[in-house]
T-cell receptor, first 117, second 115 residues
Framework: AQTVTQSQPEMSVQEAETVTLSCTYDTSESDYYLFWYKQPPSRQMILVIRQEAYKQQNATENRFSVNFQKAAKSFSLKISDSQLGDAAMYFCAYRSRGAGANSKLTFGKGITLSVRP | KAGVTQTPRYLIKTRGQQVTLSCSPISGHRSVSWYQQTPGQGLQFLFEYFSETQRNKGNFPGRFSGRQFSNSRSEMNVSTLELGDSALYLC??????????????FGPGTRLTVL
């Protein structure tokens, strides 16, 4: 079974600064996806970024980028130029890929990010 | 295109009752997954339905069940409610099950409180 670990329950960042959220995972599979989801106070889960394990290049989406270290099973999210609207809970998630894969996501416990004005 | 909708948004029940939650996926999406979110256990996968068939099931007791209709709408049912069933229940839809380019889109959730 796969597990996802987010060891930092809370983090804080000054507006316009950069923050990195950590995530590690454990799997015996070689082919999978990793995701970061954002859950603001409204509770609506929003996909921030995704990474395919077979791709060496780190994914980027505007101010969001990841540092994917497959051998170390590490998947961190960097948020640049933090904005007040980035304040939310962030979840790291894993999904299998390949033959027989389904849509099940395995989530970490989440990290609460606050942004100081 | 309308997003994933869940009804009702809030629900209060008492122990021993049963409850049915509904999820309407994005138009054209055929896969629906359900998750339970609690402060203690976090987000846990309940089950996934694709083309009216249960594709995968999480580690939950048999009191939790679901189904999917031909229009891809899905319902989940919890019988004999317990206090520990109080949670936010999230539904997510995607085009297919496990697709290589699939993205799961989440609904706003149903907040269930068991008294």
């Amino acid at each position: 079974a796969q597990t996802v670990t987010q060891s930092q329950p809370e983090m804080s960042v000054q507006e316009a600064e950069t923050v990195t959220l950590s995530c590690t995972y454990d799997t015996s599979e070689s082919d999978y996806y990793l995701f970061w989801y954002k859950q603001p106070p409204s509770r609506q889960m929003i996909l921030v970024i995704r990474q395919e394990a077979y791709k060496q290049q780190n994914a980027t989406e505007n101010r969001f980028s990841v540092n994917f270290q497959k051998a170390a099973k590490s998947f961190s999210l960097k948020i640049s130029d933090s904005q007040l609207g980035d304040a939310a809970m962030y979840f790291c998630a894993y999904r299998s890929r390949g033959a027989g894969a389904n849509s099940k996501l395995t989530f970490g416990k989440g990290i609460t990010l606050s942004v100081r004005p | 295109k309308a997003g994933v909708t869940q009804t009702p948004r809030y629900l209060i029940k008492t122990r021993g009752q049963q409850v049915t939650l509904s999820c309407s996926p994005i138009s054209g999406h055929r896969s629906v997954s359900w998750y339970q979110q609690t402060p203690g256990q976090g987000l846990q996968f309940l089950f996934e339905y694709f083309s009216e068939t249960q594709r995968n099931k999480g580690n939950f007791p048999g009191r939790f069940s679901g189904r999917q209709f031909s229009n891809s709408r899905s319902e989940m049912n919890v019988s004999t409610l317990e206090l520990g069933d109080s949670a936010l229940y999230l539904c997510a839809s995607s085009l297919v099950s496990g697709g290589s380019t699939d993205t799961q889109y989440f609904g706003p959730g149903t907040r269930l409180t068991v008294l």
